[in-house]
C-alpha cells in the first residue's frame, strides 16, 4: 500500500517511463538570433497572415510565447518557412514593445479585454452625420479608449450632404481635435480621400465606427484598388444587415506612405479596462493642476484641485468640462 501526506518517502512516488530517461524540463529557450522580422496584417482563427520582406506569410504564434497573443499591427520575429507559398507555415516567435494599444471590450461589466490594433498611431473615429444618426457617446467612448491607449483622435464625419455638421463640431470643437468632414458624393469622386490622406501621412491609422457610417468605403477610397473590402447595406435604424468586415485588417495606403487598419463595425464600445487616470494624460494644460488632487481623485468630486486651478485661469473651464464628460461615459452605459 503506498503512503501519503508527511510519511510519503521517495520510493512511493511514481515517475513516468520515458526511454531517454526522466531528466528535468529545461528553462532555456532558443534565442532564435537569424529570426525575421515582420508586421501582423490580419488574425484569423489562430492563423496570422504577416508581412516579411514584402511577402505576405502564414504563420502561428509558437508555443513557447505562452497566452501572449500577436494582434493587428505587432511588430514579431519569425522563424521556420517564410517563402509565402501556398501550405507552407512559419512560426512567430517574438511580440515586440508596443507604442501604444487600442483595446476595447464587449459592454462595461464584460471582464474579457478585446484588442483592435497595436502600434496605431492614430484613431479616425468614423460616424455618419445622417443615415444613421451621430451617437455621440460612442465617440466619447471611442476617445477615451485612443487617450487611454496612446493614439492620437481623429474624428471622419460623412454624409455633410444630410446633414450639417455644426453641432458635433460645436460639442467636440473644445477637445482640440483635427477632423475631417466629406458628403457622399465627394468619397465618390476621390475628394473625401484626398482630403482624409491628408491626415494620415507617414502613420498607421486605425478606423473604427459604427455599422452603416460608411467607413469601410472610405478605407477602399484610400487603399490600392486589389486590396479593397466588399462593403455591404445596413440597415440605419437596426444596424442589421451584412456586416461584411468582420476582422481587422492592415492595408497599405495608396501612395505608400502609411498604413490603415479596418476594424469591424462596433454596436458598442465597452471601457471596462479603462484606467481613468491615464485620459487626464490627453488634457496637458490640466495635468499640473491635479498635483493637489487628493490620492485617487476622480476629478469630478468636491476635493478635486482641478476646479482651482481653471478658476485661477491656467486653463478654460470648457476644458475641465470636456475631460469630466470623457471620464464620466465609464460610468454611463452607451444607451444612457
Given amino acids: 500500500m503506498r503512503r501519503y501526506g508527511k510519511h510519503t518517502d521517495e520510493d512511493d512516488i511514481r515517475t513516468r517511463p520515458n526511454r531517454k530517461g526522466n531528466r528535468p524540463r529545461t528553462n532555456i529557450r532558443p534565442k532564435h538570433e537569424d529570426a525575421a522580422e ?5 488574425v484569423d482563427r489562430g492563423r496570422l497572415t504577416c508581412l516579411v520582406e514584402g511577402r505576405t506569410i502564414t504563420a502561428m504564434k509558437a508555443r513557447e510565447l505562452g497566452r501572449k497573443a500577436a494582434v493587428v499591427g505587432d511588430r514579431v520575429s519569425l522563424v521556420g518557412d517564410l517563402s509565402g507559398q501556398k501550405d507552407t507555415l512559419a512560426r512567430i516567435v517574438r511580440i515586440g514593445e508596443r507604442s501604444s494599444l487600442l483595446r476595447r471590450t464587449a459592454d462595461d461589466d464584460d471582464p474579457y479585454e ?3 490594433v497595436a502600434n496605431a498611431d492614430q484613431l479616425a473615429i468614423v460616424t455618419a452625420l445622417a443615415d444613421p444618426e451621430p451617437r455621440p457617446r460612442l465617440i466619447d467612448r471611442c476617445l477615451v479608449a485612443a487617450f487611454d491607449g496612446g493614439l492620437e483622435p481623429l474624428l471622419v464625419m460623412t454624409k455633410s450632404d444630410l446633414a450639417s455638421p455644426d453641432k458635433l463640431l460645436e460639442l467636440y470643437g473644445d477637445l482640440e ?3 475631417v468632414v466629406t458628403s457622399r458624393e465627394e468619397l465618390e469622386n476621390g475628394d473625401a480621400a484626398d482630403r482624409v490622406r491628408e491626415q494620415l501621412d507617414g502613420k498607421t491609422t486605425a478606423f ?7 467607413k469601410t468605403t472610405l478605407v477602399n477610397a484610400l487603399v490600392p484598388e486589389d486590396l479593397r473590402r466588399t462593403t455591404g447595406h445596413v ?10 468586415t468582420t ?12 498604413w490603415v487598419v479596418d476594424t469591424p463595425g462596433v454596436r458598442s464600445f465597452g471601457l471596462a479596462h479603462i484606467d481613468p487616470s491615464r485620459v487626464i494624460n490627453a488634457f496637458p494644460d490640466l495635468v499640473p493642476g491635479t498635483a493637489g488632487c487628493p490620492r485617487a ?22 476644458r475641465l468640462y470636456s475631460l469630466r464628460r470623457l471620464l464620466a461615459t465609464r ?5 444612457d
Fill in 331 to 335: 460610468e454611463r452605459r452607451e444607451g
Fill in 38 to 42: 515582420g508586421m501582423v496584417l490580419t
Fill in 114 to 116: 478585446r484588442v483592435v
Fill in 208 to 214: 473604427v465606427g459604427h455599422s452603416g457610417v460608411g
Fill in 247 to 258: 476582422s481587422a485588417l492592415a492595408l497599405p495606403l495608396g501612395d505608400g506612405s502609411g
Fill in 297 to 318: 481623485c476622480s476629478h469630478d468630486e468636491p476635493d478635486c484641485a482641478l476646479d482651482a486651478w481653471v478658476a485661477e485661469g491656467h486653463a478654460r473651464q470648457a
Fill in 177 to 179: 481635435i483635427p477632423y
Fill in 235 to 244: 440597415n440605419a435604424v437596426t444596424g442589421r444587415g451584412r456586416h461584411t
